[in-house]
Structure formats: C-alpha cells, structure tokens
C-alpha cells in the first residue's frame, strides 16, 4: 500500500464508523476540491453509494460556475442535496459585499450562521429535486447529529488542532481546550442528547494528496482550479467571489497542479493566501470557534 | 511516492518541546514565508522576547497562557521522508492531549531538560509511550546552553533515564544532545559540544523505520458494518471492515468470532479499484459471502486454519486512567475493542501504578486519573480480541464512561475466575408476616438452590418440585450484570417464603451466597427434586 491507498483506507473507515454511530448524518459539499475528495471517499465506503444527504450552504456570492457544477453532479450521481442560505442577511443587505459589514461578520451571517440553522433545521432550507431538477422547500426538515466536513490539518493552524470526531456544543461552539482523547482509531462516539459532532475524515491529508488523489481516481473536478488558456492566473481555494483571489499559475490540467505543488512553487505560500477573511483580525480562528467550517 | 512518519514530541512542560519544533521547522525551510517574521513582529508588538514555540502555538489561548493545551499537527519534511510532527502537551492536565497526540504516531522524540533533569511527566510520559506501543523512541536532552555544554550532565541523566526506561521495556533508538533555541544538534554538528560524536537529530528521525504491515500475523478482520443498499438497486450484502492482520482471498473459507459460524469468501467488493482477489492489512475493504450467515458490527473474521483469536467475557488488562471520575470495580461502562462495544464491569483491581513514580498499590478499588492499573473486565457477553503478547493492534480497547473516552489499555490474559465485589440489593422488602406463620402455611421453609449450569438448566427441577407441593421459582443469574436484579428479586420471593432456585455459573456462586446469606443454601450441581422437599421440610 502507498501512502494514498493508506490514506485512502483511515478515510473510508471513518466514514462507516460515521454512518454506523449516527442516524442523522449529512456530509457538508463546498463544491472546492476538498468536499468533491470527500464525497468520491463515501463512494469509495458504500460501494459506490452515498447513503445521506449533502448539505450545500450557498452565500448567493459564490462563483456562478460553483452552482451550476453542484447541480450537475447532483443529479448526475443521484445525490441528495440539502440547500441552506441566510435569506434574511441577504434580504436586508447586511453583507460585506454590499458595504454593510467586514468580511468576518459577513461570513460568519452567510456561512456559520446558515450552516448551523440549516443543520439544526431551526432554518428553513431546499432540497434538490430530482425529477423537477429544481431545489424545493425541504417539507421535512429534521436535525442532523453528525455532519462530515472537509477539513485538512495542513491548511491553517486551528484546524491542525481538530479531532477526527470533534463534538460542538448546543450552540456548535467548539472548546479547543477541552477536546475528547482519541486513542487509536477509537474515536468518541457517545454524545449526550443536544450535542452534535463534526467528523473529518481528512484531517491527515496534504493538498497535495488530494491532488494526487484526483489524478489516480480521475475524479471530476470544477474547471475553475485550472489556468484558462492564454492566461496565467487560476484559483486554489474556492469562496465567494468577493473575497476569493486567483494565484499566478499556469497549470491547466490535474497532472500540471500536481507537478506544480510537487515542484515546491507554493510551499511557503499558505493554501488560503487568496482568502480574505483569514486576514482580518482573530480570522479563521474566530469563526472555527462559532461553528465556521 | 513519498514515505511519510508521525512523530510525536513529548516531555515535561517546559522542557522544550514547542522550541524544538519550531525551530526544526524554521531550520529545515518548512516555514511559509513571512511566519517567522511576523511572529517576531507580533512578539514585538506585544513586548514579549521572541520564542520559537510560537511559531507552533497558532491558537490565541495558547499564546495567552503560554502553554501547549492540544497536540498541534504540522508538516515537513528531510531528503529522506515527510514528517507530521506532534507536538503534544506537557502539562499534565492535558495528558488526554498528548495521548491522543501520541497514539497515531510511529515513532517518539522525548526531550528532558538538561537544566531541571528528570521531572514527573518525563517518566509518565515515557510510560505511556511504552503502553500506547510505540517502539522508536529518541530522547534529547535539552537546554544544553543552560548547563554550560557539560557532557556530565548529559551522561548522568542519560544513565539515570535508560535505567527508567529499561524498567518498563523501551530501548531507546538514541540520545542527543542539543539546545532547541540555540539549534546546536537539530540539523548537523554542533561546535559547542565537539566531546558528541552520534547523529544529529534529523539523522536519528531519518533512521527510524517505517512500521510493517502485519501481513505475517493470523487474519484478523473486525466487522465494522454490514451493507445492503437495496434502495439504490444494489442487492450484494457486503461485510465492510479494515483488514488488521493477515491476507484474505476470494474462496477463503473463513470463521466469525465469537459465534463461530462458518462461510466462504464469495467476492472482494470495492468501487473503482481494479478488481482483486486479494486483500491484506491495513485495507479499508468489503465482501460478499457464499451463505448468508447473521454477522454483526463488532464480529471478527478470520480463515478456517489460522490461530484463534481469545474468546470469552473476562479479561485481565492493563489500562490507563484519564477519567476525571476514577475507575471503579462494580460500576457499569462502555468496552470498545476493535470495532466492538459492549457493555462492561471492571469486577477487580489487582494493581495500582503510579505513573509518576512508578510506584505500585495493591488491593484497591479503583484506578485514579493519570494512575496506571491491572484489572479484570468482564463484559456483558462473550467478544473476540486478542492478547498483547499474540497481537499488538487485536489487544487494544478503550472504556467509555457516559459520553467519554475516559481510559485505554490492553488486554494481558483471559481470566476465568472473575473476582467480584459483594452485590448490593437494589431495593430491601420488608413483611409483617412471620416465616413461622408462613412456613406453616406453604408446608416448607424458605431456601434458596444455588445450581451451576448453563441458560435453561432446572426447568425440570421445577416442576417437579410444583408437583411435590412446593413453591418453587427459578432465576438465572450467569452475566454480571444480571446478579444485582437477581439478587434483589431472589431476596424478595425468599421473604415470601418461596423456594428459589438461581442457575448460575460457579465462579458467581461465592457472591450470591453472601448477598443471601439470612437464608438457607443448597449448593449443588445436581440435585434432585425429593433431596431439596426433604431440606425445607
């Protein structure tokens, strides 16, 4: 085994202990490069299956394509989609784009704040329609007590500190100083009632690796990671479009992404150099802390 | 593709352990450009004298206290292989930490300050390292600018801490010398101390080696799940798990424990992998079997032919504590083993060690937080793991108290004789009818027959003692967890003036006797109806 088949392996088996500790079970899709990884992961657990819904939380500034990628893969592999949004910060014109507030308050109304009233159900919220291909009213929204997300140790210093079962509180509130032991591959599976528990099956893994992944598995990817052609310029981490940079790259395939990370290019460059809100004062820590992703 | 090692990097607090890091870090060029620098520049900012730990302590609370409160994960890497270093808490409020840090790691840097030499956590740290199972172990013997680079002081704290660590079974792979902020020994030769003539730090990490899988050992393959997505039109029932030990293939014939049923291996399932007949150690993978047997999450697989794993409900372990509770005999937890869980009672506590000082206590009844103690377990029904000695991975469980992991260890040896604490009644009867008055009534005193066997011995007995013009009722207390209820309802129908009869196994029948003891016993293994009338006549 390489180290991708190992990785590949400590994934998958977190995965099923997800699904087999948590009736209410969903999976957060971003669209980027991470969450597409994730979710050929779950395929890889069940056997080609996905057997819980995917939560979406779409900011209305994300990039177009991002929308219009989500809804083709959805109904391409037959997936259950979940939509949630913060209509009412939208409505009310209470975002960084419009002027209103700065980038951290603006993702924490768009992002943490739709995430957790779409997890909690305390939100209303869409799902994908399969037949009608349009997202509907969800006419039965329920909880979710386990939600599967994305995140890498390697990206940015708080999240080298999370737990591969990381309890939230009431509040998806996330005590750093206080975390559950993990010993082995043993990992906290009992939760009192009102708790709910972020699980991160990726935790060990490398941008590079993902990298590495989508080149061996061929996964389909959103074509806004790569350079167009006759231009230099390409992005590495997708958000909204308000606050989300290109960097100055050229590769325009997976096999030049993977030649580029591997030739060093970017190793002292940081993954979410081209995101905004990382730099304003407190950044991802604060928000991770309030239930950000 | 590239190897890549976990480390982890333990020691007591302020012993060193976050310089070290950030300075290997910065040192080996596996720092983002500007960190360094805007870390200073922060430091500045806030008038504090620059440090590399705080290059590692990217939280704000950390910063604020000045202490490591988790095990920060970071990345580099040597011409060798890529490293993710742990750098793991030495407080010992935060041993959970280190513990959780320590476990996913191959191999272990312990660093012991030059200047204050071997300190509580130096030793508890080190014990745990040897418990978790990680065999590499390198100690540095920090802060060596503080001593002047006098190679005295590294050689007595070297001789005092190998015979430590001789005592429980590590053999460190090398001692360093070295100063984390001054860089000497971290990456090449230092000139401060040219009396030093081994490896430097780097180099020792290149040397160690890379775990084996344990294709060698039995198979082992705990069931994690059992699949059947009728829903999405897919009809296979795939048994679902990762491989532990030894190599499967399609055809195989192969046993589950602890059920002992019996199928064959009809194919290897996976989703876009190329089709296999073979799978080895360490797969996350699933197949379909010829039979449909009922397997169940926690089951183990392994093929007709190959060393048994232990089956069996009582177990002698060794098991640290990190419950803010401590661990108590009698009291019901969570056993997790494999992909196992079940219900558990630890019923004695033969030892207890301190983990500081390593001194040992016998004849307690509990394992206080942070000690270290041999226990019996004893588990609501029979699983199947392995022994330490037979298996390194197959012997690991976990106790879960309520929500929490609260202790792990490894199971030492089966153990038939459970060593029980008296059972208390769970709720007292009290009657204002005299026995007299009642034995007269139902023409035979109270008793109570204590008969060894298994489920369902003694239907028999009971009726014929009904047909004799007894009283009788029959209990069955072989678990556990069933004697307190057992006990209880048997002390209850005793008061009534009935005969009980408790089918039990024998090793409870100590315990049961004592709960009972105001009433008259028959111990026996087979008695017949006529011997019992003529006693309570």
């Known amino acids: 085994m390489d180290q991708l088949d190992r990785l590949e392996s400590q994934s998958v088996a977190v995965f099923r202990e997800a699904y087999r500790e948590f009736k209410q079970l969903a999976m957060l899709w971003s669209i980027g490069k991470d969450s597409t990884v994730l979710l050929w992961l779950a395929r890889k657990a069940f056997f080609g299956h996905v057997p819980f819904p995917l939560v979406h939380i779409d900011t209305a500034y994300k990039i177009p394509a991002m929308i219009a990628y989500r809804n083709q893969m959805a109904l391409e592999w037959g997936l259950q989609l979940v939509v949630g949004q913060n209509q009412e910060a ?19 109304a768009l992002k943490t704040n739709a995430l957790n009233g779409t997890l909690d159900a305390s939100w209303p919220r869409w799902i994908l329609d399969h037949t009608t291909q349009t997202l509907i009213p969800d006419p039965n929204p329920t909880p979710f007590t386990g939600v599967i997300v994305g995140a890498r140790a390697d990206e940015e210093g708080s999240r080298s500190k999370e737990r591969t079962f990381s309890p939230r509180g009431q509040h998806h509130d996330w005590d750093i100083a206080d975390q559950p032991p993990e010993f082995w591959n043993q990992y906290k599976t009992d939760f009192k009632p009102g708790t709910h ?31 167009k052609p006759g231009t230099s310029q390409r992005y590495r981490s997708l958000g909204c479009y308000p606050c989300t940079q290109s960097v100055e790259s050229s590769a325009m395939t997976v096999d030049d992404i993977v030649t580029e990370l591997r030739s060093g290019k970017f190793s002292t460059i940081a993954e979410r150099s081209g995101r905004a809100q990382d730099k304003e004062d407190g950044g991802l820590e604060t928000l991770r802390r309030e239930g950000y992703m | 593709m590239v190897e890549r090692m976990n480390v982890v990097i333990v020691g007591h607090v302020d012993h060193g352990k976050s310089t070290f890091t950030g300075r290997l870090l910065a040192d ?39 202490v490591t409160i988790d095990s920060a994960r970071c990345f580099f890497k040597s011409s060798k292989r890529h490293y993710i270093i742990i750098d793991a808490p030495g407080h010992i409020e935060f041993l959970k930490n280190m513990i959780s840090g320590a476990a996913r790691a191959e191999a272990a840097i312990l660093l012991i300050s030059a200047q204050e030499g071997i300190k509580e956590n130096s030793k508890r740290h080190g014990l745990m390292l040897s418990l978790l199972g990680i065999k590499q172990v390198a100690v540095l013997i920090n802060k060596m600018d503080l001593v002047g680079y006098d190679q005295s002081v590294f050689e007595a704290i070297k001789l005092e801490y190998a015979q430590f660590l001789q005592s429980i ?58 699949y059947k997505f009728t829903q999405h039109q897919d009809d296979r029932r795939i048994i679902a798990g990762t491989m532990v030990s030894g190599e499967l ?56 032919g190959e060393v048994e794993p232990a089956v069996g409900s009582c177990f002698r372990a060794n098991v640290f504590w990190l419950g803010k509770q401590p661990l108590r005999v009698g009291r019901r937890y969570k056993l997790k083993t494999g992909t196992c869980k079940v219900p558990m009672v630890v019923t004695h506590v033969k030892s207890v060690l301190n983990s500081a000082e390593l001194t040992s206590t016998d004849s307690v009844n509990e394992v206080a937080r942070h000690e270290v103690g041999e226990i019996v377990i004893e588990t609501l029904k029979p699983i199947a793991v392995d022994l330490v000695a037979d298996h390194p ?61 298994s ?83």
């Open chain 1, 197 to 227: 528990v972020r699980i991160h099956p990726l935790l060990d893994w490398t941008e590079l690796n993902i990298w590495e992944y989508i080149q061996r598995e061929s996964i389909p990817i959103i074509d806004l990671y790569f350079a």
């Open chain 2, 28 to 66: 080996s060029g596996a720092l983002p450009d500007g960190k360094l620098e805007s870390v200073q520049a922060w430091c500045a900012t806030h008038s504090r004298p620059f440090e590399y730990a705080f290059l590692l302590d990217a939280l704000k609370e950390e910063q604020a206290q000045g």
């Open chain 2, 169 to 226: 079974g590590v053999k460190p792979a090398a001692w360093v010398p070295i100063s984390a902020r001054q860089g000497d020994h971290l990456i090449g030769p230092s000139d401060a101390m040219p009396w030093y003539k081994g490896m430097d730090v780097l180099s020792v990490m290149d040397a160690f080696h890379k775990e084996k899988p344990l294709s060698h050992l039995p198979v082992r393959f705990p069931v994690q799940d059992v």
């Open chain 2, 455 to 537: 489920g369902g011995v003694g239907h028999h007995l009971e009726q014929e003692l009904f047909e004799l013009g007894l009283f009788p009722m029959r209990l069955e207390g072989l678990s556990p967890f069933a004697l307190p209820s057992v006990v209880t309802v048997a002390n209850a129908l005793l008061t009534a003036g009935l005969v009980v009869m408790v089918v039990t196994r024998p090793e409870y029948v100590g315990v049961i006797a004592d709960a009972l003891s105001p009433y008259d016993q028959l111990v026996t293994e087979d008695p017949t109806a006529q011997t019992i009338a003529n006693w309570l006549a």
């Open chain 2, 249 to 304: 293939h399609q055809g195989d014939e192969i046993v589950v424990y602890p059920s002992k049923k019996k199928s064959t291996i009809h194919r290897i399932e996976g989703f876009n992998v190329p089709s296999s007949t073979t799978v080895g150690p360490d797969r996350a993978t699933g197949f379909t079997l010829n039979t449909q047997l009922f397997i169940k999450p926690g089951d183990v697989i392994s093929r007709i």
């Open chain 2, 393 to 453: 991975i197959m012997s690991r469980f976990v106790i879960v108290d309520e929500y929490d992991i609260a202790g792990g260890g490894l199971f030492i040896a089966k153990d038939d004789h459970p060593h029980l604490p008296p059972i208390e009644l769970e709720m007292d009867v009290q009657s204002a009818i005299d026995p007299g008055l009642r034995h007269t009534r139902l023409g035979h005193r109270a008793g109570v027959v204590l008969v060894t066997g």
């Open chain 1, 90 to 108: 939208l409505a009310t014109k209470q975002t960084f784009p419009d002027g209103a507030t700065d980038r951290i308050s603006c993702c924490k």
